[in-house]
């Protein structure tokens, strides 16, 4: 009796660890690759995307999804809440039988059992599959990241110039901006936002935000130190290196309530891995670069005062 209810303890356990991975396999950057954060009433409107990466005179062969592509983590609290409810429902019911309460005969490992199990392997396995191809979705189409002509490290490394895409689509927004702000100039922004990109994914892999708490909004501080509480709980460090921004385009600007708001398209690669506190590599590849797209949004209150980062969205 006890060395069956230790095989279904052991069994069930199994699955809620391969669960606890497939939620936590997508944190990855500053803010664990997903959106959050607001944009005032734009907050549920996917950014406005000017510049297509592949232009449509070439043929268009279907991507490849890269295995190392950062994945998307929304939603994920309340797939790990459910997640642990199934399978704590399940522990609890087979541990129920295998004492005895179920009635005479329930004691044994039953076909029920281990269809249930059989299940929720099975959900794990959709689920870590659904993400992967969530990763590779973006608004319209997956950038064809395939045909880009490989990246100098020296062009695009931070302290240098990124290639700067006109703001097209966000013209009216940022003339209404210079309106309240004459000392307003868009190559000055587009550094601004790109010195803040570079602070925040610094502060992140050091799981310390102090350096870069002066240009956060508040929810956007609570947000982040609440990811990196969780890090430094699982004892583990995202480590972002080789930093390389390949676009900075502006690709919104608007004004609401007393406030401005700017939103920019980043388009970078990077080393992206995550650690445990000795160093081992636990998830990512620290030879293997990514690329990804992101839109980060900045406000303000009107006139000539200090931009903060307000959300984060991705493609």
Known sequence: MISRMMVRVVTVAFALSLVAVACHEAEARAGGGRSFGSRGTRTYRPPTRTVDPAPASRPQPAPAVPQTFPQQRQGG????SMAGGIVGGLLGGMLFRSL????PGAGGVGLFDILLIGGILYLVYRFVASRRREAAATAG?????????PVTPQQYRYGQPAESVPAAGADSGLAHVRQMDGSFSEEQFRQLAQDVFFRVQGAWTRRDL????????????????????????????????????RQVELVEAWQEEGCDFITVRFLANLLDYTTDEEGRVLSGSDREPVKFEEFWTFTRPVGPNPWKLSAIQQA
């Open 100 to 103: 005895g309460f179920a009635g």
């Open 141 to 149: 189409r997956a950038p064809d990241w395939s045909r880009e002509e």
């Open 210 to 245: 102090s350096s870069a708490r002066e240009v956060l909004a508040p929810e956007m501080e609570r947000a982040l130190q609440g990811d990196v509480a969780e890090l430094k709980a699982r004892g583990q460090v995202n480590r972002l290196e080789n930093i390389a921004v």
């Open 77 to 80: 609290s309340f797939l790990r």
